[in-house]
Each structure stands twice: as structure tokens, then as C-alpha cells.
């Protein structure tokens, strides 16, 4: 599938080809996005209907490099570089170096190259691997940690364990590259909604990344978690609960170093900013301050997802 979309600079109208849908964290909004494999190596997880319009595979290496090719005459200005779609760190090393190299070349001012990575990939690769992928570039790997509660990440189908997603947050910090972790409000619903806050505030206090995101939960048409929903064996949280929650995470995270914290992706309820470990106590007055003014200081509900 083709489809055209303009770089931040107008005067260039640049068309890539993509396949099905394809997403990236809001940090990359002015990254070029290469696909580099279609789909999830696992894409199990209940709660995620990204992929379910395309199976997974590895894209072919030709085309990669011909759209490589074909950016470089028209984005030559090039910065970052986002590799999708959702686990590109599965793909074997060699060819990930191929690649690397080819946007090294292709761009002279790139100054970083990210990806969404399983924890499970990550521990696949040796350190040498790692370490290897971020002198070509690889400069930041996206985990979607989802909860720090074995119990909630067996039945959201995750397919990892807390203590696997601290270990390759370790190994990766170890290689050098930059780890950004997302977690979901509301998945515990309201019987482990305080299970899963304070278990999802110790484990990325372990992980110790260097972003953390929250972003609230939306049910998608198609999914797992959603049939559950409409059999009425999942319940959705208010509003104000998953704020509860979210002060709850952050009342449990500590120990951080200098970790970026954001809750600006479109699903959220209340954007918020900050800086662990010092904007910990503005961040949960800004929590207090909004359950005490109630759905008025919340985002609509019409807008999330916008």
C-alpha cells in the first residue's frame, strides 16, 4: 500500500510505501518511519488490535533499502529514524546492521535510530549484539511493560514476566541504549487496580528507565479484551479511578534517575510532564488537585484517541 505524507520541512511531498497499519510512539512524530518487518512477532497481547489486519513477517531487504534509497533524495535532512513496525529488534542482528548502515549512510546529520523491541528480544540478543546495534545507531528501544503484575501481564497474554522486563531493561541500559517504558492504567479493573499500580511503580523503579510513559486504557473493536468486555468479563474503570491509579504508580516510583515522565498520548484523561526523581510531589499534587475539581479538569471523553 502507498500513501503520501509531508516531512516537517514543506517543500517536500514524500511518498512511502507502507503495509496495513503503522504506528510509533509520540516521541517519534518528526522521525522518518521505515517499515522493516510487517506486523508482531507475538501479537497476543488481548488489549491490542494494532495488528490484527496483517500477519507477522520480515519485510524484504530490497525494498527496505530501495525506500532507504528513495528517502535519502527526498528527506536528506534526516535526524531520527523510527523502525517499525512492532518489534523490529526481533529480526537477526546482521540484518538489523544492514540496515543501520545503509541509514548511516544515506543520512549524514542522523543522530538516532528507535525501535519498539519485546522484553524477550532484548534478552535474546548477546551484549556484544546490543552493544554492537548502538555504535551503528540504535540509540533508544520502546517496552511496552503494560503492568509490573505477573498476574495482570498472564491475562492481558503479554508473554513475558515482570522479572524478564526489569532483566532486558538492564541489559539494555547495560549496551547503552536509551529505554523508553510504556504501562496502561486500568487493566487491573477495579478488584487490582492498587495491585497493579503499586507493582507496576516497583518494577519500573527497577527497570529505571530513562522515559516512562503512562497511557489509559481504550477498548478496540476486534480484540480479545474487548469480547471480554462486551461478555462482561472485564470491567472498565471511571475517569477518576484511573487518575487514582496513576497516583498510585507514581507514589510507588522511586530510586529513579533522571527519568523523563509523560502521560501526553491521546488515550489519557489529563496530560501531564515531569522529571523523576524531583517532580515527583508536583506531579502528585497535579493529581490531587484534579480529582478534587473532578471530570471538569479531565480531558473528554470524545477527544481521547484524537
Not at 513475558?160 to 541500559?173: D, G, H, R
Not at 501526553?264 to 510531589?281: C, I, R, V, W
Request: proline share 4%; net charge negative; glycine share 6%.
Amino acid at each position: 500500500m502507498e500513501i503520501t505524507f509531508y516531512s516537517t520541512n514543506s517543500k517536500y511531498n514524500i511518498i512511502m510505501r507502507y503495509h496495513g497499519m503503522v504506528i510509533r510512539p509520540p516521541s517519534e512524530a518528526k522521525s522518518y518511519i521505515l517499515q522493516v518487518s510487517y506486523g508482531c512477532s507475538h501479537n497476543r497481547c488481548t488489549f491490542c488490535g494494532t495488528y490484527l489486519d496483517k500477519p507477522f513477517r520480515p519485510r524484504n531487504l530490497d525494498e527496505i533499502l530501495e525506500d532507504i534509497s528513495l528517502a535519502k533524495t527526498q528527506i536528506p535532512a534526516t535526524r531520527r529514524v523510527f523502525l517499525a513496525d512492532g518489534d523490529a529488534l526481533v529480526l537477526p542482528t546482521n540484518r538489523l546492521i544492514k540496515i543501520l548502515d545503509e541509514l548511516n549512510a544515506a543520512f549524514p546529520h542522523l543522530e538516532r535510530v528507535g525501535l519498539y523491541a519485546n522484553a524477550r528480544d532484548i534478552l535474546r540478543k548477546t551484549l556484544d549484539e546490543l552493544k554492537t546495534l548502538h555504535e551503528k545507531g540504535l540509540g533508544i528501544v520502546y517496552i511496552g511493560l503494560e503492568s509490573g503484575s505477573d498476574e495482570i501481564l498472564k491475562s492481558i497474554e503479554k508473554g513475558a514476566t515482570a522479572v524478564e522486563m526489569i532483566e532486558a531493561a538492564q541489559k539494555a541500559k547495560e549496551a547503552e541504549i536509551l529505554l523508553s517504558v510504556i504501562a496502561i492504567l486500568g487493566l487491573g479493573e477495579q478488584k487490582n487496580s492498587t495491585h497493579h499500580a503499586t507493582e507496576t511503580g516497583r518494577v519500573v523503579s527497577k527497570m529505571n528507565p530513562d522515559f516512562f510513559s503512562m497511557l489509559t486504557l481504550m477498548l478496540v473493536s476486534g480484540t480479545k479484551l474487548h469480547a471480554q468486555w462486551e461478555a462482561g468479563e472485564f470491567q472498565l474503570i471511571s475517569p477518576e479511578e484511573m487518575l487514582t491509579e496513576l497516583h498510585q504508580v507514581i507514589e510507588n516510583l522511586n530510586g529513579l534517575s533522571e527519568c523523563v515522565f509523560r502521560t501526553n498520548h491521546a488515550s489519557n484523561y489529563l496530560p501531564l510532564n515531569g522529571t523523576f526523581p524531583q517532580d515527583k510531589e508536583r506531579l502528585l499534587a497535579m493529581l490531587d488537585d484534579a480529582l478534587a475539581h473532578g471530570r471538569d479538569a479531565l480531558r473528554p471523553e470524545a477527544w481521547r484517541g484524537l
